[in-house]
């Protein structure tokens, strides 16, 4: 049998032993550990050395929204880590275009303020010839006559001068050329037709009360600007309204279209108040005009009001920031030939026929991709 003595040594040793087991298994793992970790900076080198991967951007942690389901009906949600476009919809775009406009309130107030004096003009000459005149007619008289300073005031002034700003209303700018070019011409159309029926009156007036015709500076000056208007109208209507006239005809006349244009309707703005005079004269006899009488007044007001609205008109004109813009995909075809910008040259589509590019730019899409070039360009510039 073992003592007591061999027992406590057999379980010392068995200890000892139990302590070298213990203390070897923690180096085991201590080297496969060391192993992992080789692995991984190795991969990590390949990585970096592999240029498939090295810009590749960085993964996106998944939300439980993102991993639920999507609903019926509806495509599911595709993750991009680059930022996407954003299109405005229509009504913004259409509101864009209206803000593109430098100076949008000022222009916004002058025009309001240009038809209020016109709408007040025409007024005016009625509440004349009604009140102070004794009326209209049609019988040779003075009623006849009394036709010529309305239809002057109302076709040759306050028509021919909307018609002359037609093109500066930014509501316009998404309507085709070709629409606003009608327009255009439509406006003055009708004022031909009423300052020619207002000719007729004064010379059948003239007639039945054998009156000499054409003595005074104001008959001199009123025929010759009728005259002018009429083979201006016709002229455009030839040579921008038809597709037949080449473009370089068109560079060549635009100038000068331009600027007869605007010279008429300030002739007509002073044969008007040259008229307005001479029949002051004419008529004023008891009271005289030089004792202020209310009629005089009256009518004097009226000539201030002509003559405001012509100073908006000219005002409204002739501001460059207030230009209807350019249309995409044109150029500018001067006179000379070249293509860069001088007033009076006309844009014209690069690569089709001015008729095309006004079909073209009737589409909502044209004006869209006008509207929203800025937006896009700034976008591409983010991403």
């Known amino acids: ?42 991969k990590e080198d390949e990585e970096e050395n592999d240029p498939t991967k090295r810009h590749a951007p960085p993964p996106r942690a998944e939300t439980g929204a993102e991993k639920s389901p999507p609903r019926p009906g509806r495509r599911a949600r595709t993750l991009s880590p680059w930022p996407q476009r954003r299109v405005l919809p229509q009504s913004v775009a259409e509101h864009g275009v209206l803000t593109a406009m430098e100076g949008y309130r000022g222009f916004l107030g002058l025009l309001v303020s240009a038809l209020l004096v016109g709408f007040l003009s025409v007024l005016f000459v009625l509440v004349w010839v009604l009140h102070y005149r004794e009326g209209l007619g049609w019988d040779g008289g003075a009623l006849e006559f009394n036709w ?102 068109r560079a060549v006349i635009m100038p000068v279209h331009v600027y007869s244009g605007l010279l008429l309707f300030g002739t007509v703005i002073a044969t008007v108040l040259m008229g307005i005079t001479e029949k002051l004269f004419f008529v004023l006899k008891d009271p005289s005009y030089h004792s202020f009488p209310p009629e005089g007044v009256f009518t004097n007001t009226l000539g201030i009001l002509i003559v405001v609205f012509g100073a908006l008109i000219f005002w409204i004109v002739t501001r460059p920031q207030w230009k209807r813009p350019r249309e995409p995909g044109s150029i500018l075809l001067q006179p000379s030939g070249g293509t860069d910008g001088l007033e009076g040259a006309i844009a014209i589509s690069s690569d089709r026929s001015p008729d095309a590019a006004d079909a073209e730019l009737s589409s909502d899409g044209a004006a869209r991709k006008r509207t929203l070039g800025l937006d896009d360009a700034g976008q591409r510039s983010t991403m």
């Not at 203390?23 to 192993?35: G, Q, Y």
């Not at 028509?159 to 309507?175: D, F, H, K, M, N």
């Not at 039945?208 to 005259?227: D, E, K, Q």
Request: net charge positive; aromatic share 10%; with cysteine.
């Open 148 to 249: 010529h300073p309305v239809l002057a005031v109302t076709g040759f002034v306050f028509i021919q001068g909307i018609a002359i700003i037609v093109y500066r209303l930014p509501w316009t700018w998404q309507c085709s050329k070709f629409l606003m070019k009608s327009i255009h011409a439509g406006l003055n159309a009708v004022a031909a037709i009423l300052v020619i029926i207002s000719v007729v009156a004064v010379f059948d007036y003239h007639n039945v009360r054998s009156i000499p015709h054409m003595y005074s500076l104001h008959s001199w000056v009123g025929l010759t600007a009728v005259i002018l208007y009429v083979l201006q109208l016709v002229l455009g209507f030839l040579i921008f309204l038809l597709p037949w006239a080449p473009p370089s005809l």
């Open 1 to 42: 049998m073992r003592t007591g003595d061999e027992r406590l040594q057999e379980v010392k040793a068995c200890g000892d032993e139990g302590t070298w087991l213990s203390s070897a298994t923690p180096m085991r793992t201590t080297a496969t550990e060391e192993s992992r970790s080789e692995r991984s900076s190795r």
